[in-house]
């Protein structure tokens, strides 16, 4: 392999998407690869803010480098500290965000040029971005880079997206049931659909943005997913007969602990210590973990009836506890959300434990006294979860949780679903049932517990066999390396 005039072997960039369940796969990614190929640079594009927070996890990865990209995006309508956050924490920040980002191009160019003037002319060997961020393979393509994209859901939950948005008039359709020409044997219900997606006209901007990007991964030269070939082959093997380019499944892309998430993150919330004292005085799988992730939340009489139910269910809960929609976060909390007395008498018998914002959900997930986790069914929360063995109670919120919600009811057997968005009523006797018969039941538990020793066994070496995320992950660095020759 030619070395350029820095005597590295090529440049592999990563340009993550600044919310925390799309940063966190990049941080991995990167590590992965600069242990993998130490003779590259991986180059980081991230925000000023990000980066100040970033860093030091990579201290021992000297390969590992950040290119801070600054935003000017005239768009009114984005949050007014895009510029200098680290990571977005609200659902429409997200997507106003995403709609604004093409606009980066001309300074994602510069970056790109500035980079290949560094290593003497030669551009990145490859571009890895975040599956919303597919616009950048036209700037990769154009300095001959490969590009590829970092899906960080799953292709079962992407597919059903994907396919909402593109056949657009059927989702405007009065019918119950969906299905679509693309994905035969899918059948979605009218109640999967998001409010953005229910809300949507024609021609409007999130589908078209949807589309667009999809259309731009299409073009791109491969594509990595933030998935374990054991939750769904199938999907996988359809992407890539109908991509016609490598697919190569490498998750879970985990950290070992939030410590590396407290870094990205910026809202106060419980030490892990705090938590592990409290579960500790519970015994093995009696306790139920209660998120709705890093940007959604759901109004206050639903946030009411869920306190009922958890209250009503007798079983211990650890429940993260944000502001209602339309309140900010640094907001403060306000007593009239709960039921009266609710903290107060969970709190003395021990039976609750409320945490405000933000919480270790990794070292909560990893505490034996877990039975269940109630949640939205982000992505990155699913892959936490079954990594521990943990059956889910599923409450999806947004975009495609209802089609990870789908995937872990029907296709693995490891999830009940309680409710669907936040127009869907819930009363506190079904949480109740619910919570009862998941931390109750056995069959769930044990599928659980297989496909968490299926999902170790996809990145780890027994008796001298690599897993197949380890497998993908090879097949991904000698690809690489094959470009950069
Ligand atoms: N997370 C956390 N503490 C919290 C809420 C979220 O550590 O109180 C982490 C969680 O472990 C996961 C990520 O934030 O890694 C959320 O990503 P996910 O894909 O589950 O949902 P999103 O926030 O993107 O909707």
Same mark, same amino acid.
């Given at each position: 392999?030619?070395k350029g005039k820095t005597g590295i072997?090529?440049?592999?960039?990563?340009?993550?998407?600044?919310?925390?369940?799309?940063?966190?796969?990049?941080?991995?990614?990167?590590?992965?690869?600069?242990?993998?190929?130490?003779?590259?640079?991986?180059?980081?594009?991230?925000?000023?803010?990000?980066?100040?927070?970033?860093?030091?996890?990579?201290?021992?990865?000297?390969?590992?480098?950040?290119?801070?990209?600054?935003?000017?995006?005239?768009?009114?309508?984005?949050?007014?500290?895009?510029?200098?956050?680290?990571?977005?924490?609200?659902?429409?920040?997200?997507?106003?965000?995403?709609?604004?980002?093409?606009?980066?191009?001309?300074?994602?160019?510069?970056?790109?040029?500035?980079?290949?003037?560094s290593d003497g002319?030669? /551009?990145?060997? =490859?571009?890895?971005?975040?599956?919303?961020?597919?616009?950048?393979?036209? $700037?990769?393509? #154009? +300095? !001959? %880079?490969?590009?590829?994209?970092?899906?960080?859901?799953?292709?079962?939950?992407?597919?059903?997206?994907?396919?909402?948005?593109?056949?657009?008039?059927?989702?405007?359709?009065?019918?119950?049931?969906?299905?679509?020409?693309?994905?035969?044997?899918?059948?979605?219900?009218?109640?999967?659909?998001?409010?953005?997606?229910?809300?949507?006209?024609?021609?409007?901007?999130?589908?078209?943005?949807?589309?667009?990007?999809?259309?731009?991964?299409?073009?791109?030269?491969?594509?990595?997913?933030?998935?374990?070939?054991?939750?769904?082959?199938?999907?996988?093997?359809?992407?890539?007969?109908?991509?016609?380019?490598?697919?190569?499944?490498?998750?879970?892309?985990?950290?070992?602990?939030?410590?590396?998430?407290?870094?990205?993150?910026?809202?106060?919330?419980?030490? /892990?210590?705090? =938590?592990?004292?409290?579960?500790?005085?519970?015994?093995?799988?009696?306790? $139920?973990?209660? #998120? +709705? !992730? %890093?940007?959604?939340?759901?109004?206050?009489?639903?946030?009411?009836?869920?306190?009922?139910?958890?209250?009503?269910?007798?079983?211990?809960?650890?429940?993260?506890?944000?502001?209602?929609?339309?309140?900010?976060?640094?907001?403060?909390?306000?007593?009239?959300?709960?039921?009266?007395?609710?903290?107060?008498?969970?709190?003395?018998?021990?039976?609750?434990?409320?945490?405000?914002?933000?919480?270790?959900?990794?070292?909560?997930?990893?505490?034996?006294?877990?039975?269940?986790?109630?949640?939205?069914?982000?992505?990155?929360?699913?892959?936490?979860?079954?990594?521990?063995?943990?059956?889910?109670?599923?409450?999806?919120?947004?975009?495609?949780?209802?089609?990870?919600?789908?995937?872990?009811?029907?296709?693995?057997?490891?999830?009940?679903?309680?409710?669907?968005?936040?127009?869907?009523?819930?009363?506190?006797?079904?949480?109740?049932?619910?919570?009862?018969?998941?931390?109750?039941?056995?069959?769930?538990?044990?599928?659980?517990?297989?496909?968490?020793?299926?999902?170790?066994?996809?990145?780890?070496?027994?008796?001298?066999?690599?897993?197949?995320?380890?497998?993908?992950?090879?097949?991904?660095?000698?690809?690489?390396?094959?470009?950069?020759?």
């Open positions: 392999m030619e072997d090529g440049t592999v960039v990563l340009f993550p998407f600044m919310a925390h369940g799309h940063l966190n796969p990049f941080l991995e990614l990167a590590q992965l690869l600069s242990t993998r190929i130490p003779s590259f640079t991986i180059t980081i594009v991230s925000t000023p803010a990000n980066i100040l927070n970033v860093r030091p996890r990579f201290l021992s990865y000297p390969t590992v480098r950040f290119s801070e990209l600054h935003f000017h995006i005239s768009d009114d309508s984005l949050p007014a500290d895009a510029q200098n956050t680290d990571t977005l924490t609200s659902q429409s920040a997200v997507t106003r965000f995403y709609h604004a980002s093409e606009s980066l191009q001309p300074s994602f160019h510069r970056l790109i040029s500035q980079i290949t003037e002319g030669r /551009p990145p060997i =490859c571009i890895v971005s975040d599956m919303f961020l597919g616009w950048t393979v036209d $700037v990769a393509h #154009s +300095f !001959g %880079s490969h590009h590829v994209p970092l899906y960080t859901s799953g292709p079962y939950a992407m597919s059903i997206y994907n396919s909402i948005w593109t056949h657009l008039p059927q989702r405007l359709t009065c019918a119950d049931h969906l299905t679509f020409p693309d994905l035969p044997g899918v059948t979605i219900d009218r109640t999967q659909l998001s409010r953005s997606m229910k809300s949507a006209t024609e021609n409007d901007p999130s589908s078209d943005f949807t589309i667009r990007q999809s259309e731009y991964c299409r073009r791109s030269d491969g594509s990595l997913w933030n998935t374990v070939e054991v939750l769904e082959r199938s999907s996988l093997d359809n992407w890539a007969r109908s991509t016609g380019k490598p697919v190569w499944a490498i998750g879970p892309l985990l950290p070992n602990s939030s410590k590396e998430f407290e870094r990205v993150g910026k809202l106060p919330g419980l030490s /892990p210590l705090v =938590c592990t004292e409290w579960l500790n005085q519970h015994p093995p799988n009696s306790v $139920v973990y209660v #998120s +709705f !992730g %890093s940007q959604n939340t759901i109004p206050v009489a639903l946030m009411i009836e869920l306190a009922k139910g958890l209250e009503e269910s007798g079983k211990a809960f650890i429940w993260v506890i944000r502001n209602p929609p339309g309140f900010e976060v640094g907001e403060s909390f306000r007593a009239e959300w709960l039921p009266e007395g609710f903290e107060d008498r969970i709190t003395e018998r021990k039976q609750g434990l409320l945490v405000r914002n933000w919480a270790p959900q990794l070292e909560i997930l990893s505490h034996e006294s877990i039975g269940a986790f109630l949640s939205h069914c982000g992505w990155n929360s699913v892959l936490e979860s079954l990594s521990r063995g943990v059956p889910i109670i599923g409450w999806p919120i947004e975009s495609e949780q209802f089609y990870n919600s789908k995937l872990l009811e029907e296709e693995l057997g490891v999830c009940v679903e309680l409710a669907r968005g936040i127009d869907d009523m819930i009363n506190g006797g079904d949480v109740a049932r619910m919570v009862r018969l998941v931390l109750e039941g056995e069959e769930m538990r044990r599928k659980s517990e297989v496909l968490r020793e299926k999902m170790m066994t996809a990145v780890s070496v027994v008796e001298g066999v690599k897993g197949s995320s380890l497998q993908a992950l090879d097949h991904f660095v000698e690809t690489v390396r094959m470009w950069g020759q």
